[in-house]
């Protein structure tokens, strides 16, 4: 089965530090990976997608995320955390069988908090 | 630029009461849509998925209900709500099957609250 992991369920990190928001994927082919975040009371917005290519991405916002084949790892990186970071992030990995409507299997969610 | 709006952002409802929410996508065709409801701030949960007008597939069976009346209309409807309806309801589209672009994009979503 299909499946994609979110280990934290809360990151901390203090302003001007570098973040880490880890997920892990399972998939039985090449695997399409996307990171998300959701601010309170928001939609969800869209950060960055691996698809093939380079395995380091980047995103919105000074995000970026590094595709680990073996490790079987997507993990979102920003070099130096805002306080205006703090929201909820969301992996996400298509479903390889859902054919023509890009069915998204998404991890539980990782809500960080960059401290001041 | 592609826009979607849902609507209304917040609805307090009576147990047993109707419900009808609604999605539209401006800026493209065709889109593939999809209803989620994301339970105490946390994780999605795949509601409804739609790949043209009048076709909607069920991920989970319950008392709601979407239809597709327009290209780029996505509704969601319920005859008799439930306690356990409230959450936050959020639509999405993806572009359709044959375009190389694989992400969802969401609306601001809708805050239902069932009393």
């Known amino acids: 089965a299909q499946s994609v992991a979110q280990p934290e369920d809360q990151v901390n990190v203090a302003e001007g530090n570098p973040l880490t928001v880890k997920c892990t994927y399972s998939?039985?082919?090449?695997?399409?990976l996307f990171w998300y975040v959701q601010y309170p009371n928001r939609g969800l917005q869209f950060l960055l997608k691996?698809?093939?290519?380079?395995?380091l991405v980047k995103g919105s916002y000074g995000f970026e995320a590094e595709f680990n084949k073996s490790q079987t790892s997507f993990h979102l990186k920003k070099p130096s955390a805002l306080v205006s970071d703090s929201a909820l992030y969301f992996c996400?990995?298509?479903?390889?069988?859902?054919?023509?409507?890009?069915?998204?299997?998404f991890g539980a969610g990782t809500r960080l908090a960059v401290h001041p | 630029s592609q826009t979607i709006h849902q609507w209304p952002a917040t609805l307090v409802q009576p147990v047993g009461s109707p419900l009808s929410l609604e999605c539209t996508v401006e800026?493209?065709?065709?889109?593939?849509l999809y209803w989620y409801r994301q339970a105490a701030g946390r994780g999605l949960q795949l509601l409804f998925y739609?790949?043209?007008?009048?076709?909607i597939s069920s991920e989970v069976p319950q008392n709601l209900s979407a239809s597709r009346p327009q290209d780029r209309q996505f509704i969601l409807s319920s005859k008799k709500l439930l306690l356990s309806d409230s959450g936050f309801y959020l639509c999405?589209?993806?572009?359709?099957?044959?375009?190389?672009?694989?992400?969802?994009?969401f609306g601001p979503g809708t805050r239902l609250t069932v009393t």
């Open positions: 691996y698809i093939t290519g380079d395995n």
């Open positions: 998939v039985s082919g090449n695997p399409y």
């Open positions: 739609s790949v043209g007008i009048g076709q």
């Open positions: 996400a990995v298509r479903d390889l069988f859902s054919g023509g409507y890009n069915k998204l299997i």
């Open positions: 999405a589209w993806s572009v359709p099957k044959g375009l190389v672009s694989y992400e969802q994009y």
């Open positions: 800026g493209t065709s065709n889109p593939n």
